[in-house]
């Protein structure tokens, strides 16, 4: 199974790992499992780290290395994830957030999250095992 973590998701695995539940952290660690995280959420951390909003010292400069040292492959975004992102039939405005979606749905991967917004509106996304 190949699992897209979405940004709170991959911030609570680097940081603090027990806000996951413990069925989540197991499946997660499982070799069969493949974890993927977007450039959307480099982006995304980036931007709050910038503004403020969030703080997680040396995350944005070590970012390939972060995701490499805990058994993460990195996703690009590609033109077709920004054209579906767009054209999703979705009232939901938070860029990162449509193009998680359009990448799972792209990808055919599970977009691991716990956002409320996103399990309403697609298929592709589980909160819970």
Known sequence: MTWLLDTHVLLWLLSDPGRLPETWRTRLADPGSTLVVSAASALEVATKERLGKLRVPGLVAGWDAHLRSAGMDPLSITSRHATVAGTLDWEHRDPFDRLLV????????TLLTVDRTILAYSDVATATW
Do not use: I, P
Not at 102 to 109: G, I, L, V
């Open 102 to 109: 359009a990448q799972a749905q792209c990808e055919a991967h």
